[in-house]
């Protein structure tokens, strides 16, 4: 192929992105122009009555009975709408924690894992200590670590804290994680507390979501969710193949997320939650399956990865964002998408390939969960996403590994250590776990964001991004 011919090729490309950003710009703006354009006319023909004219005029329209059932309506339906809407609930700050450095442990390039990653000093151990007393440990050391640092930064009373979310998929203990927690910083007695676990690494958006909807009920009060996963009693000292997959990926790690629905809690927030959407594929047999905890023949216990997990993942994803897409996408998009439904369904274009709308134009930053580098390509690849737009799920993978529902918010910190979040911006957290289900939260910047003290990255964001060998 020439090189004239590649340039024409390319230059049709850029005139059909300049075409379809025309088109957003025009659909997106229209209601504006014509609100513009009604007031402009309305303006002009209210200047050419005089104003007694006008008096009179209503006058004659209104008596006082009339007038008084006029503003009676008002401020009934003023205040029915006030007291029944949704209450906003704000992200006042996170914590991620940042285990010891003699914790990091190196791996293959190919994982798209750096050799900084950490795993729990028991898995150091010759021989191995996988026992309950170094779980509880490791727990200990990830969720305390997170949640001192996020009240030192916020300088909130624990005991102001109305609710309690805690998620980790293999570690439950008796007493609960929540209970720990609750021991340890003396939440208050009345304190709503909620322990999830065996959801996955997508139980961190669940978490949310549950907090989210505890505010909703509560009044003028905090909200604590704690996300993490434990490393030392589901380490697979196995030989099966799909089941050592998890100990090349999964690494230690944790966060601490502070949300407040008081409304002078606003002006120091962080973020404001815009969106929480769930998806459950839980009722297909392979979905199910396709991560699943048991043990092998030598009666050792690990997660089995199913070589259809990409391909489930993909259908959980679909459906997520069929969902997600009407509440997010500008009208344009969803003009686009449905022009395209009606012809494949009704005009036998069942050839044409189904549109897929374009998520850059709703979102300004992409956390992907960082499950893995074929996680990471799929989404990439299936949302049509420039290199930079997973940057942060890349970086996340190669510095801390999987750390499971957390690995969101470790992404959301590459990205504020970079100074790139700014007032306005919309950000998506998207993640997969066990079940199979594919959760999204959606983030609205309620400023200029800066990173927070004791940031994640603090030390390092300056070597990054680098070359992960792909």
């Known amino acids: 192929m020439d090189s004239e011919s590649v340039t024409g090729g390319s230059k049709q490309i850029q005139t059909r992105n300049y075409i ?14 014509l609100f513009v354009s009604l007031m402009v006319i309305l303006l002009t023909n209210v200047s050419l009555l005089r104003l007694n004219q ?21 401020l009934f339906g003023s205040i029915v709408f006030f007291m029944s809407r949704p209450r906003s609930v704000y992200l006042l700050d996170y914590s991620c924690y940042l285990p010891p450095s003699d914790l990091k442990r190196k791996i293959l390039i190919r994982s798209g894992l750096g050799e900084e990653t950490y795993l729990p000093e028991s898995i150091h151990c010759i021989p191995p200590r996988p026992t309950m007393a170094a779980a509880r440990e490791e727990a200990e050391q990830v969720i305390f670590g997170a949640l001192d640092n996020l009240f030192e930064n916020t300088k909130i009373n624990p005991r102001e804290i109305g609710v309690l979310v805690v998620n980790c998929s293999l570690f439950n203990p008796t007493p609960s994680l929540s209970a720990m927690i609750v021991n340890k910083y003396k939440l208050r007695g009345n304190v709503k507390s909620f322990n999830l676990g065996g959801m996955g690494c997508s139980a961190g958006v669940i978490a949310i979501d549950l907090a989210g909807d505890m505010l909703q009920i509560l009044r003028n009060t905090f909200a604590l969710v704690v996300s993490t996963e434990n490393i030392t009693q589901n380490w697979y000292f196995g030989n099966n193949k799909a089941m050592l997959i998890p100990n090349c990926l999964f690494r230690v790690g944790g966060s601490a997320i502070l949300l407040s629905n008081k409304p002078m809690d606003r002006k120091r927030s962080k973020y404001k939650l815009v969106h929480t959407v769930r998806t459950h594929k839980g009722s297909d047999e ?13 009666l050792k216990t690990g997660v089995s990865l199913s070589k ?31 022009a395209t439904f009606v012809a494949r369904r009704f005009f036998n274009a069942k050839k044409k390939k189904p549109y897929i709308p374009d998520f850059k134009l709703a979102f300004d930053h992409f956390c992907i969960h960082a499950g893995g580098r074929a996680v990471i390509d799929e989404l990439e690849k299936s949302l049509k996403l420039s290199p930079k737009h997973v940057e942060a799920s890349r970086m996340t993978l190669h510095r801390f590994g999987n750390t499971s529902s957390s690995s969101i918010w470790y992404e959301l910190a590459y990205t504020e250590a970079k100074g790139r979040v700014r007032k306005g911006n919309r950000v998506w957290q998207i993640a997969f776990g ?10 609205v910047a309620l400023r200029d964001i800066k990173p927070s003290v004791n940031n994640p990255w603090e030390h390092c964001i300056h070597r990054y991004p680098v070359n992960v060998g792909l």
């Open 54 to 74: 006008l008096w009179l005029h209503l006058q004659l329209q209104f008596n006082q009975i009339g007038f008084i059932f006029l503003i009676t309506v008002t």
């Open 434 to 443: 066990s079940g199979f289900k594919c959760n999204s939260a959606v983030w």
């Open 308 to 338: 259809d997990l990409m391909a489930i993942a993909g259908e959980a994803l679909k459906t997520n964002i069929t969902t997600l897409g009407p509440l997010v996408l500008p009208i344009s998009e969803q003009i686009l998408f449905f």
């Open 286 to 298: 392979k979905a199910f399956n396709c991560v699943y905890q048991e043990q092998d023949e030598a």
């Open 20 to 33: 379809k950003l025309g088109y957003h710009h025009l659909i997106t703006h229209f209601l504006k122009l």
